[in-house]
């Protein structure tokens, strides 16, 4: 480690220096610690009972050699303030922890597995391709069968989602926050153990497993990654060497709306504490991408922008972003953000903030807004749906339905589809996603969305599967595998997602709740009929280019997908105008290519 580069903030390494790292018959410790007056390691191996660390380098480094202390055994740092009190803290660079509700961390040193990915590694991102991402809690998604388990481990993971994510056609798996956290009701979103995956699924080597599996099929998977807070348990960050080292001392900017510390992103050893867990996270255990929670947290104090934007954080997030490309230049750096601050796809070198993706989070609440009003309030509300595309190409979005849309009372995605009439519910759920799929941008979906699951997520349990058993929702499920096989197939759908030239209105402004556009690609155009009104609509009529043949690739209403209709829909062509029926609350997807 560079003690330069770590306290000007500019340091991704700091994890090969800082933690404890077996070595030869026992191990090294070594913390960062500037306001302990002393420190002393304890653990299974003394008993724990104190063996003093000494001061190293500038005196702010603190380090020990422990000849017994083996892997597997668990640790502390005991921590003697200036006043005489003293606290025992987990490991900041600790890279495994015992299984909550323990607290200690745990020697493990750097991951010892052998991955078989060197081929996948090699690709580069290519925003012209398909890039659908499931979301998914590990801890909830499913329960092994028959073993009585409360969570699948990541091996059981690494069996049972892989061949999931396969048959169903996603390109990416996301993982919510996996750094340990003591509460399981934060989802990991309040960590402690910024370099320690959660021991709850299993061991580093295990995670190394998943994700190794993930890769031989061809599978990318992002990780939640939290730099704006901490967890504020005493054992953790907060106040770690007897003063507010990591987090600000001003009270006013120390705690998130979350009831969280607010990392101090002002300071250089933060940065380089952050960007060395991010770093961590892409090289040692081959995550492809990160998602970084809470962005608008950085850009502006508190996420507010009448409080100004925080120059520190907008400066980290330059700097970590340009660092990890140069370091890993295949991860994907994605934006969680809600503000309109410009520039947040824009390299960091040319003054943007360096991410490759941002949610378009303006796109989710209009569309689900719209999707929750009555047909007849549509007639009067097309900018909900046509809005988005007016800003669409200043970034480079990402459409997502995430977890944060089925918690908290805000209902399942079906649930907040608009009426009480049951099969009416599946129906918009369908033209929802027929909408989202042909929509420009890269999409994200949060696991039971597919299944069309009624009640919210908990994390206490896993995912409604015994759903499957019943027609509606069976049928359901098939119709997301086949869009999500026509949007792996087509690229008409993803090829010129960024591009003007990929996207056109054919019908916007009618009457009637009723849009058509056309998705373009260099050897194929897809065109979306998508019937948002309760009425059916027999001679629909939209121009489509001369020359160009015609074939129905999916359509909504089709009784195997949970729909009315039996027969073939109605359509024909005629010169450069299609016209097609279109039942109510229905869409239909045509491939248009050259004769």
């Not at 481990?153 to 690494?158: D, I, P, S």
């Not at 997602?497 to 194929?524: H, I, M, S």
């Not at 019937?531 to 280019?545: K, L």
């Amino acid at each position: 480690m560079d003690f330069y580069q770590f306290y000007t903030g500019m340091e991704f390494d700091a994890y090969t220096y800082l933690g404890a790292h077996p070595e030869g018959e026992g191990t090294v410790f070594r913390t960062f610690a500037p306001g302990a007056s002393h420190i002393a390691v304890i653990g299974d191996f003394n008993q724990w009972q104190d063996t003093p660390m000494n001061r190293i380098y500038d005196g702010n480094f603190w380090e020990c050699h422990i000849p017994e202390a083996r892997k597997g055994m668990r640790y502390k740092y005991r921590i003697y303030r200036r006043d005489g009190s003293f606290l025992d803290h987990c490991d900041p660079y600790g890279f495994f922890a015992e299984t909550i509700p323990g607290t200690a961390s745990v020697i493990h040193g750097l991951p010892a597995y052998s991955f078989h990915d060197g081929a996948y590694l090699q690709r580069k991102p290519d925003p012209s391709m398909p890039m659908n991402i499931y979301e998914l809690h590990a801890g909830s998604w499913k329960m092994p069968s028959g073993k009585g388990e409360t969570a699948c481990t990541y091996r059981q993971l690494a069996d049972l989602l892989v061949p999931f994510l396969k048959e169903n056609h996603y390109q990416f798996a996301e993982l919510m926050p996996i750094g340990e956290y003591p509460c399981g009701a934060s989802w990991g979103y309040q960590a402690t153990g910024f370099f320690s995956p959660t021991s709850r699924y299993g061991s580093p080597e295990d995670l190394c497993y998943l994700i190794d599996r993930c890769h031989a099929e061809e599978i990318g998977v992002i990780l939640d990654f939290v730099p704006v807070h901490f967890a504020v348990n005493d054992y953790g960050l907060l106040r770690y060497d007897g003063t507010p080292l990591y987090e600000y001392p001003n009270s006013d900017v120390g705690y998130s709306e979350w009831g969280s510390c607010n990392f101090a992103h002002s300071r250089g050893e933060v940065r380089s504490f952050l960007q060395s867990a991010a770093c961590y996270w892409l090289k040692e255990f081959h995550f492809d991408g990160l998602r970084m929670d809470a962005v608008s947290n950085l850009i502006y104090w508190q996420g507010n922008p009448q409080r100004g934007e925080n120059q520190a954080a907008l400066q980290f997030l330059r700097t970590m972003n340009s660092g990890l490309k140069k370091r890993i230049p295949h991860a994907i750096l994605i934006a969680e953000d809600s503000s309109a601050y410009p520039g947040v796809t824009r390299p960091a070198e040319e003054g943007g903030l360096g991410f490759d993706y941002k949610w378009d989070l303006g796109w989710m609440h209009d569309t689900l807004s719209y999707m929750q009003s009555s047909p007849a309030q549509r007639k009067s509300q097309p900018q909900r749906l046509t809005f988005s595309m007016q800003y669409f190409y200043n970034e480079r979005y990402l459409l997502p339905l995430s977890h944060d849309e089925v918690v908290h009372g805000k209902a399942a995605i079906i649930q907040k589809m608009n009426g009480a009439e049951y099969l009416d519910k599946f129906s918009q759920a369908r033209l929802l996603y027929l909408y989202m799929f042909a929509h420009p941008g890269k999409k994200l979906n949060f696991m039971g969305n597919e299944i069309a699951m009624f009640r919210e997520w908990d994390e206490t349990r896993p995912l409604d599967w015994e759903l499957l058993a019943y027609p509606q929702h069976e049928k359901f499920y098939r119709f997301i595998r086949k869009l999500h096989g026509i949007y792996a197939e087509h690229p008409a759908l993803s090829q010129w997602d960024y591009q003007w030239k990929g996207f056109e209105w054919l019908d916007c402004k009618n009457a009637r709740p009723v849009f058509a556009f056309v998705r373009k690609a260099e050897t194929e155009q897809i065109l979306a009929v998508l019937n948002f009104s309760d009425e059916d609509i027999p001679d629909y009529t939209v121009p489509v280019p001369s020359g160009q043949t015609v074939s129905l690739l999916l359509d909504s209403s089709r009784e195997c997908w949970g729909g009315s209709r039996t027969d073939c829909p109605v359509w024909q062509q005629q010169d450069s105008r299609l016209t097609v029926c279109v039942p109510r609350l229905s869409g239909q997807y045509f491939l248009l290519k050259e004769k």
